[in-house]
């Protein structure tokens, strides 16, 4: 029963964003709504054996199927279903979500990048090209008070760079798409007190070195002409897995500071708001050497936001 009821969940979930039309004032909140459609999987996956998993996956796409059509079916199971289904098996198996998180990643960012080389930047490029974004560039050029050629010039110079790191948006997609997923499950599985798992893991969060290697070595790419896009796309992607190590960091002061979930939250959002979130990259580039949570608490394991 539980597993119908997750499936259908992710099935409505899914399908939120389709309300949007109706009422658009309601379009972001029902997009990022959206977003969370894995959790429901991933939940089941707790205490639930693979078949419930499979149960509520296949719940989701019934619910799907008929109520939209079976293509978006097929479009739940390439952004949800199938990372969902290899992370819970590592979360049953490792009790940890920064593992199952990860093994989520690979399956979807791989997805993202394959679509990416079958595709080409045929999809990207027409999406630049609707009449939509061009009246969104439009209004850009009219507020930034440009001549028409130097506003024409500089809205193909971002075209340009979009379409040229396509690669990496595709992964941060990948990246935002899962993480969201396991922060609903880290407030799921502290709520609950599930047994096994690591509390306030997500404060935790530190990436491998390597990840600082992968980052040097894409800079040094830039000095390479013919290996400058590849530099790019991986600067950008590095970057944006040091920002979640810095959300970390951040989230974990944070927790010391404030007792208010909602002052906390108020913090977070506005740290990614303009340069901050820069800033933030940064400070988890540099927590790799410095360890920050370290040297506020000592030895001690912090405690669970």
Do not use: C, H
């Amino acid at each position: 029963m539980f597993a119908v009821i997750a499936g259908s969940m992710a099935g409505v979930l899914f399908l939120l964003p389709r309300l949007a039309p109706i009422a658009p004032f309601l379009a972001l909140p029902l997009g990022v709504a959206g977003l969370f459609s894995a959790a429901p999987l991933l939940t089941v996956r707790i205490s639930g054996q693979r078949l419930q998993a499979l149960i509520a996956l296949g719940v989701a796409l019934l619910l799907i199927s008929v109520i939209e059509s079976p293509d978006s079916a097929v479009g739940f199971v390439v952004l949800f279903g199938l990372w969902a289904l290899v992370a819970g098996e590592v979360l049953a198996r490792r009790r940890s979500i920064i593992a199952a998180a990860v093994a989520g990643l690979a399956v979807l960012s791989g997805l993202a990048l394959f679509a990416g080389l079958v595709e080409g930047t045929g999809p990207i490029e027409a999406t630049l090209r609707s009449p939509q974004v061009q009246a969104s560039f439009d209004q850009w050029a009219a507020q930034a008070e440009l001549e028409p050629a130097e506003a024409k010039a500089a809205i193909e110079r971002v075209r340009q760079g979009i379409v040229a790191l396509y690669p990496a948006l595709s992964v941060i997609s990948a990246i935002t798409i899962v993480a969201l997923n396991a922060i609903a499950l880290a407030r799921l599985v502290q709520r609950r007190a599930a047994s096994g798992f690591p509390k306030g893991e997500l404060l935790t969060l530190r990436w491998p070195l390597s990840l600082v290697v992968a980052f040097v070595a894409s800079g040094a790419l830039l000095l390479v002409p013919a290996a400058q896009q590849v530099g790019w796309n991986g600067l950008v992607v590095t970057l944006f897995l040091f920002l979640l190590q810095g959300l970390s960091v951040l989230t974990f002061v944070l927790a010391r500071l404030f007792s208010s979930e909602l002052m906390r939250l108020m913090f977070v959002v506005t740290s990614l708001l303009g340069p901050w979130a820069i800033l933030l990259s940064l400070l988890g580039l540099f927590d790799q050497w410095f360890d920050f949570r370290s040297r506020i608490v000592g030895p001690e394991t912090p405690a669970a936001s």
